[in-house]
C-alpha cells in the first residue's frame, strides 16, 4: 500500500511545501517491479518538469529494485523491499531502496566494462545506476541504495533558448555572394 504524502494532482500543495514524497513496499516477486516502477514514474511526472532524464530515473530504479529483489532477499517472499522518492520543487529526485538482505560491498563487484566481464550475461545493474543517476550511494552495508538525479529542465531551457537565439540569427544574417 502507497503512503502518498502529498496528492499526485495538486501542484500548488507540491510548491507550498517545497517537496513531495513516495512510499511504497513491495514483496520479492520480480512480477511486483513493473507495477511499482509505473506508479513511481507517474509520480515522478507529476512532481517535476520534463527535462528528458525520465528513462534514466526508471531505469536506474528499475535496477536497483531488481538488485534488491533478487540479491538482496533472494526472492524470498517473506522479506519485503522499500522504495521511497522524494521530488523537490527545483526538479531533484532522490531515491532510496531497501531490502532485508545481508548487503554487499560494492567495490568488490567487478567492472562490465573490462574486457573479461564483457560477454558476462549480468553485473550490468551497478554499472548502469551510476551511469544514470548523478549520485549513487550504498548503505547499511549495502542493502540500501540512495540514488539522486538533478533536473535537467534548466539545462534543456537553455539550450532551447540558445538555439532559438542561433536559428534567429541565422535567419537574420544577410547572404555572402
Do not use: W
Not at 86 to 94: A, T
Not at 99 to 123: I, M, Q, W, Y
Request: some cysteine.
Amino acid at each position: 500500500m502507497a503512503h502518498i504524502q502529498t496528492p499526485l494532482s495538486c501542484r500548488e500543495d507540491f510548491i507550498r511545501f517545497r517537496s513531495s514524497k513516495l512510499r511504497q513496499s513491495l514483496s520479492s516477486q520480480v512480477t511486483a517491479i513493473s507495477p511499482l516502477v509505473d506508479q513511481l514514474m507517474m509520480f515522478i511526472r507529476n512532481c517535476r518538469k520534463t527535462d528528458g532524464s525520465e528513462l534514466e530515473i526508471e531505469t536506474a530504479v528499475r535496477e536497483a529494485i531488481s538488485n534488491a529483489i533478487i540479491h538482496g532477499n533472494h526472492e524470498d517472499l517473506h522479506k519485503r523491499v522499500r522504495v521511497m522518492c522524494r521530488c523537490n520543487s527545483d526538479g531533484e529526485v532522490r531515491i532510496t531502496v531497501r531490502d532485508e538482505g545481508p548487503g554487499f560491498k560494492s567495490d568488490a563487484v567487478p567492472d562490465p566494462t573490462s574486457p573479461e566481464n564483457r560477454l558476462s550475461t549480468h553485473g550490468r545493474g551497478i554499472y548502469l545506476m551510476r551511469m544514470l543517476m548523478d549520485e549513487v550511494s550504498f548503505v547499511k552495508g549495502g542493502s540500501v541504495v540512495r540514488m539522486r538525479k538533478k533536473s535537467n529542465a534548466d539545462a534543456a531551457t537553455q539550450r532551447t533558448e540558445r538555439s532559438k537565439c542561433v536559428s534567429s540569427q541565422v535567419s537574420q544574417a544577410p547572404f555572402a555572394d
